[in-house]
C-alpha cells in the first residue's frame, strides 16, 4: 500500500536501513529502491509492504490489539493485526498480500505472525 512517511533516521552500519514515520508507528525498513538520494526529516511517498522470507506461520491472537514491536536490532518484526481476506490491518496501516488467503480460516479474527522485515520504494518526495 501507498503512505506517506517522515523519514527519521538511517542505520550508521546498514545503507538499505531507515526509520520511517508512520503517523502513530515508527518503523524500521528496508530500502528496495529510491530515486532520489534521502533525507532525514523529509516526507516521501512510498510503498510499503510485508516481506517473508521464511514460511508465514500466522496463529489465531488472543489480544484483540494491534501490535508492531521490532525484535531488537533487526529488521524482524512482531505484528498482531485484525486479518480480513487478505488484507492485515494494524491500525492505520493496512497490508494487502494474496498469500493472506491461504490464511481465510483465520479471517475475521485477530492474528500473530512474525514477519522478516518491511520493505518500501520510494516513489515521490514531498
Known amino acids: 500500500m501507498k503512505y506517506y512517511a517522515k523519514l527519521i533516521a538511517f542505520d550508521p552500519y546498514i545503507e538499505e536501513q531507515a526509520t520511517f514515520a508512520f503517523g502513530q508507528y515508527q518503523l524500521c525498513c528496508f530500502i528496495n529502491s529510491s530515486p532520489w538520494a534521502l533525507n532525514t526529516g523529509n516526507i516521501y511517498l512510498l510503498e510499503l509492504g510485508l516481506c517473508f522470507i521464511n514460511k508465514i506461520k500466522p496463529e489465531l491472537s488472543k489480544d484483540k490489539c494491534f501490535i508492531i514491536k521490532q525484535q531488537q536490532d533487526t529488521f524482524t518484526h512482531h505484528i498482531n493485526g485484525y486479518l480480513f481476506e487478505n488484507k492485515l490491518i494494524l491500525s492505520n496501516l493496512v497490508f494487502q498480500d494474496d498469500l493472506f488467503y491461504d490464511?481465510?480460516?483465520?479471517?475475521?479474527?485477530?492474528?500473530?505472525?512474525?514477519?522478516?522485515?518491511f520493505s518500501v520504494d520510494i516513489l515521490d518526495k514531498q
Open 103 to 117: 490464511f481465510s480460516y483465520l479471517s475475521g479474527d485477530f492474528i500473530k505472525c512474525n514477519i522478516d522485515r
